[in-house]
Antibody, heavy 126, light 110 residues
């Protein structure tokens, strides 16, 4: 079945960087985008960005575009999320989510329909 | 605070129906039929239940979605104990972020 398996929890110091992996299985990795969504304690879900494995094209939330880099490795069917200059506000659960749908919005941005989620990776900044 | 407003908690007895509202604005729910609902059960990854306002996978045949104006709704019929968990709505948006979420609603089956 379609599955996304993420790397283990991380503990980082303020100012450090973190890299989270997301290994896909059960489908053709190159044909679906991967979104990254986070959930900070006491907050709802927040979309951070999207990457297309077939060509590496990315789309970032304006809020995170200066600190986040999304990449993929099609040979291992793995997506990566990297975030720099961490603060305590970045303590959260980070999810990778398969993108099954792309819709062009009137704003010029794109909406990414999301279906299959990874189990989440807890990143603690302290 | 989340872009879309959901009640923090809802509850119902087994066999009953409950409805969870998700209120947005005319920049998101009011404009787009791109509303999704996700189920997050304890110890499991979140799962897509409803997309495009009302389309659902066969697995979620007790769940239905609708929309009126700036508010989307998820109705769960025939509540079962295994439905306990968190439910999140999302929508496309013309705002700063193209995808916005609700804060989540915790469903308790009494």
């Amino acid at each position: 079945q379609v599955q996304l398996v993420q790397s283990a929890a991380e503990v980082k110091r303020p100012g450090a960087s973190v890299k989270v992996s997301c290994q896909a299985s059960g489908y053709v990795f190159a044909t679906y985008g991967i979104n990254w969504v986070r959930q900070a304690s006491g907050h709802g879900l927040e979309w951070m960005g999207w990457v297309k494995p077939s060509n590496g094209k990315t789309d970032y939330s304006q809020r995170f575009q200066d600190r986040v880099t999304l990449t993929t490795d099609t040979s291992t069917e793995t997506a990566y999320f990297e975030m720099r200059d961490l603060t305590s506000d970045d303590t959260a659960i980070y999810y990778c989510v398969r993108g099954y749908q792309i819709v062009e919005l009137p704003s010029g941005r794109r909406y990414y329909g999301m279906d299959v989620w990874g189990q989440g990776t807890t990143v603690t900044v302290s | 605070q989340s872009a879309l407003n959901q009640p923090a908690s809802v509850s119902g007895s087994p066999g009953q129906s409950v409805t969870i509202a998700c209120t947005g604005t005319n920049s998101d729910i009011g404009t787009f039929n791109l509303v999704s609902w996700y189920q997050h059960l304890p110890g499991k990854a979140p799962e897509l239940m409803i997309y495009d306002v009302r389309t659902r996978p066969l697995k979620f045949n007790r769940f239905s979605g609708s929309k009126s104006g700036n508010t989307a709704s998820l109705t769960i019929s025939g509540l079962q104990p295994e439905d306990e968990g968190h439910y999140y709505c999302s929508s496309a948006s013309n705002g700063d972020t193209p995808i916005v979420f609700g804060g989540g609603s915790k469903l308790t089956v009494l």
